[in-house]
């Protein structure tokens, strides 16, 4: 069994809370498990706390680390903004001994200390690395059978690509991968590496955050998906609620909406349970998607 | 020949980015961009970066939030520049001078009073929908953590208290 402290971030256990629940379900059946605490802050974020503060940004995600230090865990998270922070910190610190004394500094007054002695890997990673496709693949209950995905690995987990060192970051490979050791068939389409577009929103281009989410859903339906999977919970919101908001712009996404489903969810699909079992009906997108499941659990 | 004359001397934070020194505005970067394409008031020949480096105070233009630090732009720069950097320059120059949008001010109060971006009431709703325990502020973590804010400076008003 593979011990990790749980780096739940903060969008799933506000946003996505279903797939937290899961998380504690799922993993488990495949030597994954998971310990909580609630010394973690936010990890903080790649795109707006690194924004505000590069030396804030740095110096909470070491307190982050130093946490998992104290308890002598290595952390897993399930986020790619989380991954990209914790990863780049803990890969700067070890590193770089000035700058970690000078964090330390700051970190000296909480009580906490960055050593150095913990890795901090993304649920992606410890799939890859830890227990293998090969392995995963033993374990599959019910494989999904004639279901056509488009998988988005996301961007912060493929750069940068010196520190993360998970896959190509031009032409990623890994998540397809893993879809296709559900049982299911990848998709490839044009679109597959781009951004969610989630910054864009964020920077109040409504608009254009609108025309992004149009561009994959319709790419990634016009090369045969029945469904996007990803493994980052950012661009989950932003393929699943982004697409209902952006469906009042474009009528094509009213009609025909691609349903999304969080790399857990796909997981636990294959994994024997059933679209009520994973909270499907929480997602804004609920559309039924064939479902061909071996075993016949799932329909 | 033609020669690109910029409107200003560059900007200070431009300048201390030595990677900026090499750039030659091949528009690269801007093509391989994911997201601007979709910002219809952009085109190829007017870019991201060109406006950046003509512009007197980049810091100032709020587009720089819109970079979501993919770095498609690192890895297909043809003079290893790292465009990335220097946004994330400019968003931090801008946040200390007040020019930042409102949210990242709002995004900042709201992690440091919490911990978390995401107000614990909006997330105990969905937590309680999906049958799992509420989520409690950790004091401890919390003190920590503005205890950080402060000695980094992204706190300075509670510094004077």
Known sequence: ?299 | MEVIKLKYDKNEILKKDKSTEVCFKCSTCSKFCPITQFVKRYNIEDSFVTQLFEAEKPEALHDVWMCCACEKCVITCPQDTNPTDVFTNLKEKAYQEGLAPEIIYRLVEQLLLESTVYGLKFANMARKRAGLKELVKNEKASKELNIIARKTGLSQEQEKE
């Not at chain 1, 914790?86 to 000296?108: C, F, G, P, Q």
């Not at chain 1, 995963?136 to 998988?151: F, H, M, Q, Y």
Request: aromatic share 8%.
């Open chain 1, 1 to 299: 069994m593979l011990n990790y402290l749980f780096f739940k971030g903060c969008t799933i256990p506000a946003s996505l809370p279903a797939i937290e629940k899961l998380s504690f379900e799922v993993l488990p059946e495949i030597d994954i498990n998971l310990t909580e605490t609630d010394e973690f802050t936010c990890c903080p974020d790649p795109i707006r706390i690194q924004g505000a503060n590069q030396l804030f940004w740095l110096s909470a995600a070491a307190r982050n680390i130093a946490v998992a230090e104290e308890k002598q865990m290595d952390i897993m998270t399930l986020c790619n903004g989380c991954e990209n922070t914790l990863a780049i910190a803990n890969h700067k610190l070890k590193n770089d001994n000035d700058l970690k004394n000078r964090i330390n500094e700051i970190l000296k007054e909480t009580g906490k200390e960055f050593k150095g002695t913990v890795k901090v890997k993304h649920f992606l990673q410890v799939l890859k690395e830890d227990i293998g496709l090969e392995n995963l693949k033993k374990r599959i209950k019910t494989p999904l059978i004639e279901l056509k995905v488009a998988g988005h690995p996301g961007c912060h987990i493929l750069m940068p690509n010196e520190i993360l060192k998970f896959d190509n970051p031009v032409d990623p490979e890994f998540y397809d991968n893993f879809i296709e050791t559900l049982g299911a068939t990848p998709i490839d389409y044009l679109t597959k590496n781009d951004c969610c577009g989630v910054s864009l929103g964020l920077a109040g281009e409504k608009e254009a955050s609108n025309n992004c989410i149009k561009s994959k859903i319709i790419d990634a339906r016009n090369s045969g998906a029945q469904i996007i999977s990803t493994s980052c919970p950012s661009c989950f919101i932003q393929f699943d609620t982004g697409q209902f908001i952006a469906s009042r712009d474009f009528p094509e996404l009213k009609e025909n909406p691609l349903p999304i489903l969080f790399s857990i969810e796909i997981l636990a699909l294959a994994m024997g349970r059933t679209l009520d079992d994973i909270g499907y009906n929480f997602h804004r997108v609920k559309s039924p998607f064939g479902l061909n499941v071996q075993g016949g659990k799932s329909k």
